[in-house]
């Protein structure tokens, strides 16, 4: 091609400048094929809603569950399973209730994985409010060996209920069991339950 003046015009055909593009186009992707993991992993629903803390990891998720016999105890634990997941959409129990029970059938048969996937399907529910799911994710991933997730976990629960003197003690056993060497956290946890209005009743 030529210009009026009759110089030769040539196309850019470098690939300078659709760099940018395929760097933008990788990265979608990038995002995409992350998102589909996330979705595929959490039942297509958002991430997990309490990731373990940084730099701590499961070894092995499964646990010594009472129930898993390969026998009649698991087989009754697996078909209340069921059974609580065919209540999903009556209205005959919160969700948040359902699914804290399916997690504790799969703590019977010595599923941590599963029992870990429930509970967090319950704290998508309400993890401000309700102490239950974040007091058993405590107990769950103190046995697993999470100790520092477990440790949240247990402060959480006391922070969503701290009128639920159960929780309390849970973590102060915790501390004294897991963590003795952390005398601050110890004494703080004992303090806040002497604080407790429901502890002073019994005082």
Wanted: charged share 25%.
């Amino acid at each position: 091609m030529e210009d009026p003046a009759g110089n030769v015009i040539t196309e850019d055909t470098s690939p300078v400048s659709s760099t940018p593009w395929r760097k933008f186009a990788l990265g979608a992707v990038a995002l995409i094929i992350l998102g589909l993991g996330a979705w595929w992993m959490w039942g297509g629903s958002s991430p997990h809603p309490f990731p373990l803390q940084p730099g701590e990891r499961v070894a092995s998720w499964e646990l010594e569950g009472s129930h898993n016999d390969d026998g009649e105890l698991e087989a009754g634990a697996r078909a209340e399973i069921a059974r609580l997941e065919g209540m999903f959409g009556k209205e005959e129990e919160p969700d948040y209730i359902l699914y804290v029970g399916i997690a504790n059938q799969y703590h019977l048969i010595g599923d941590g994985e599963k029992e870990y996937e429930y509970l967090g399907r319950a704290l998508a529910i309400d993890a401000e409010s309700t102490g239950l799911a974040w007091h058993n994710m405590g107990q769950l991933l103190a046995r697993l060996g999470a100790l520092q997730s477990a440790k949240v976990a247990f402060e959480n629960a006391i922070q969503a209920e701290p009128q639920i003197i159960q929780y309390h003690r849970a973590y102060i056993d915790f501390l004294r069991w897991y963590m003795p060497e952390d005398t601050e956290a110890l004494t703080a946890a004992q303090e806040a339950l002497s604080a407790s209005p429901e502890e002073s009743k019994l005082e």
